[in-house]
C-alpha cells in the first residue's frame, strides 16, 4: 500500500475551546485524512473532531498525549466529506493551533495500525523517540 499527499492546511485560534482547518477543496473519498492539533495553558478534556458534513474523525488512543498538550485524530473519507474540519473541547485554551493533511491511498484500504507518545525526549534537534515499528510495508507514519 502507498501514500501520497493530496493536500494540507493549518488554523489558530488566540484562545477558546475550538480550532478550525479549512483544506482548499473537500477530501476525495477513500482518502484518509489525518488532524494534529496542539495548545498552550491547561489540560484540556472532552476533546471531538469533525468536519461540516458532521463526519467524526477517530481520536487516537494516545491523545491527547500525557502532557495533555497535543493530539491527534483522522478521517477515512467514507462518503460526504468536508473541506471544514473543528476540534472542540471542554476547558480553555490559551492558544491552539491546528493541520490537517489528506493522502490518496493506493494498492489498499487504509486502517489504523498504533500510535505512540514521547514527552521530554531530551534536549537537542535529534529526534529519536518514541519509536514505532509499523505492522505492514507501506504504512503511512505522521
Not at 489540560?43 to 477517530?58: F, Q, R
Not at 495533555?68 to 467514507?78: D, G, K, Q
Not at 490559551?94 to 500510535?115: C, H, L, N, S, Y
Request: with cysteine.
Amino acid at each position: 500500500m502507498g501514500f501520497t499527499h493530496r493536500q494540507g492546511a493549518s488554523g489558530a485560534t488566540a484562545s477558546g475551546n475550538s480550532v478550525a482547518v479549512t483544506l482548499a477543496s473537500t477530501p476525495n473519498v477513500g482518502n484518509v485524512v489525518c488532524f494534529g492539533m496542539t495548545w498552550g495553558g491547561s489540560a484540556i478534556s472532552a476533546l471531538s473532531v469533525k468536519d461540516g458534513n458532521n463526519n467524526v474523525y477517530t481520536i487516537s488512543p494516545k491523545s491527547p498525549t500525557s502532557d495533555s498538550l497535543t493530539a491527534m485524530a483522522y478521517l477515512i473519507v467514507v462518503s460526504n466529506p468536508h473541506a471544514t474540519i473543528t476540534a472542540t473541547w471542554t476547558g480553555t485554551a490559551q492558544a491552539a493551533a491546528a493541520w490537517a493533511e489528506e493522502f490518496t491511498v493506493a494498492g489498499g484500504i487504509a486502517v489504523f495500525d498504533k500510535d505512540v507518545s514521547s514527552v521530554g525526549a531530551g534536549p537537542g534537534t535529534a529526534i529519536n523517540l518514541p519509536t514505532i515499528t509499523p505492522s505492514s510495508n507501506g504504512a503511512l507514519l505522521w
